[in-house]
């Protein structure tokens, strides 16, 4: 499992299929960090979820990136490379957005159908 019905601000792990390596997300789920996304950033190392989403522009942005969408059960329902400055499709069925680096995703060996597994670091301690 691994994926809450609702996700909070932080960090995490995505496990990737078929690989023993994770890759490390930044986990935006406020409404405030996802407004932010990746903007004004010059890459990412990792990938950043988005959740609640089921859209995404690339306005402002410096440089490409792959959008995964992901349904309830974080399986991948359409998965495009996006260029900055475009807007992309709402896909009703989504609930998620994965964002990464253009190219990112076929290396990891992500693609429609793949089920993911992202499970987020647990709050610091106060």
Not at 88 to 104: I, Q, S
């Amino acid at each position: 499992m691994g994926n809450p019905t609702k996700w909070r601000d932080g960090t995490g792990l995505l496990a990737l299929p078929d690989r023993d390596e994770a890759v490390p997300v930044e986990i935006a789920g406020s409404y405030g960090t996802r407004r932010r996304g990746l903007l004004g950033r010059d890459g990412i190392a990792g990938a950043l979820l988005l959740s609640p989403c089921n859209s995404v522009h690339t306005f402002r942005m410096r440089f490409a990136i792959d959008v995964a969408y992901l349904d309830r059960e974080s399986r991948v329902v359409a998965l495009v490379t996006m260029a900055p400055g475009r807007l992309g499709l709402p896909r009703p069925r989504a609930r998620h957005v994965l964002e990464a680096e253009a190219g990112a995703m076929a290396r990891w060996g992500i693609r429609p159908g793949t089920r993911l597994t992202i499970r987020a670091d647990p709050p610091p301690a106060e």
